[in-house]
Nanobody, 121 residues
Framework: QVQLVESGGGLVQPGGSLRLSCAASGSIFSINAGAWYRQAPGKQRELVASIRGGGSTHYTDSAKGRFTISRDNAKNTVYLQMNSLKPEDTAVYYC???????????????WGKGTLVIVSS
């Protein structure tokens, strides 16, 4: 079993920065891909950014130029650096990872429980 735990959320003023972390633990052989999603009040969950095993990244238009996704394979952690934050970035941010289980070598998708980001003055 694998657990994903997000951290780094909080209250920040417009124009500020936050760095979210997603630490994976448990029976991990490899993290094949990682992603950050967010869900604002009254809206559907949406993709923010993703990173593949080879390091290639993808950003949605709202994140391009402001957010950076990265990973530390040694720490089994995926990060989301968020700069120039706007009130519309307010949401619960969820980590998602495609993980190969160390014991069974099977791949499965996992989700964290989310971390709240509030951008407000």
């Amino acid at each position: 079993q694998v657990q994903l735990v997000e951290s780094g959320g909080g209250l920040v003023q417009p124009g500020g920065s936050l760095r979210l972390s997603c630490a994976a633990s448990g029976s991990i052989f490899s993290i094949n891909a990682g992603a950050w999603y967010r869900q604002a009040p009254g809206k559907q969950r949406e993709l923010v950014a993703s990173i593949r095993g080879g390091g290639s990244t993808h950003y949605t238009d709202s994140a391009k130029g402001r957010f950076t996704i990265s990973r530390d394979n040694a720490k089994n952690t995926v990060y989301l650096q968020m700069n120039s934050l706007k009130p519309e970035d307010t949401a619960v941010y969820y980590c998602n990872a495609d993980v190969t289980d160390q014991a069974t070598l099977t791949q499965r998708d996992y989700w964290g429980k989310g971390t709240l980001v509030i951008v407000s003055s």
